[in-house]
Structures are given as C-alpha cells and as structure tokens.
C-alpha cells in the first residue's frame, strides 16, 4: 500500500501555469505505475495521466496532451504534473494515484491508492 499526498493546487487564470506534486510514502517495495485522475464540478472522476514505475511510459488523454506533462523523481518519491496553457474546463479536483500495474489504468474502479485531492480553479 502507498499513502499519497497531493499539493500545488490553487487559483489560476486561463493560459496559466500550475505544477501539482504528489508524495509518496510506500510501504512495499513493489513497482507501482502512478497518475493523475480528475474530478470537475459536477461531473464524473476522470483520468489525466499516468506513469510506469520507472518513468519510462506517459500516457495522458486526449484533452490535456501537449499542456501537460507527468513525471516522477524516484529519489524523492515525488511525482509531478506540469500544467501548462490551463483553460476554465480544467477546474476540477485533482487526485494522485498509485496501483501495482505496469500502467495506470483509466478505470478509476481499477485504481489502488488514492490521495484526498487538491483543487485547481482557472479562471477565465
């Protein structure tokens, strides 16, 4: 199990930037894949992106690709989202997650681990 705790939420306004990071305490040491997922006001959980293990393979959906970037710093059990050029439909409550897969998967009933969120709110 891995416990998840997410910051750099805030207030941004549209063609802004925000980085979120997500903290990692893991207690096993078995290779886990890690991502985003994202929750809008009123509307279903969603996933952002996701990371294998190692960093190697990124995977983001379709609405977000070219803005925004995954990426982990294993020697600091952190993993981060570069969010870049935001828009307003970008608001949402943004959750980092963790499950022992090779990849994350988009099925958010298939996620292990969760952290409580951070809200993003852009601004238009």
């Known amino acids: 199990q891995v416990q998840l705790v997410e910051s750099g939420g805030g207030l941004v306004q549209a063609g802004g930037s925000l980085r979120l990071a997500c903290t990692v305490s893991?207690?096993?040491?078995?290779?886990?894949?890690m991502g985003w997922f994202r929750q809008p006001p009123g509307k279903e959980r969603e996933f952002v992106a996701g990371?294998?293990?190692?960093?190697?393979?990124?995977d983001y959906t379709d609405s977000v690709k070219g803005r925004f970037t995954i990426s982990t710093d294993n020697a600091q059990n952190t993993m981060y989202l570069q969010m870049n050029s935001l828009k307003p439909e970008d608001t949402a409550v943004y959750y980092c997650?963790?499950?022992?897969?090779?990849?994350?998967?988009?099925?958010?009933?298939?996620?292990?681990?969760w952290g409580k969120g951070t809200l993003v709110t852009v601004s238009s």
């Open positions: 893991k207690t096993t040491s078995r290779p886990y894949a």
């Open positions: 990371v294998t293990y190692n960093g190697a393979v990124t």
């Open positions: 997650v963790a499950d022992h897969s090779a990849i994350m998967s988009h099925d958010e009933t298939k996620v292990g681990d």
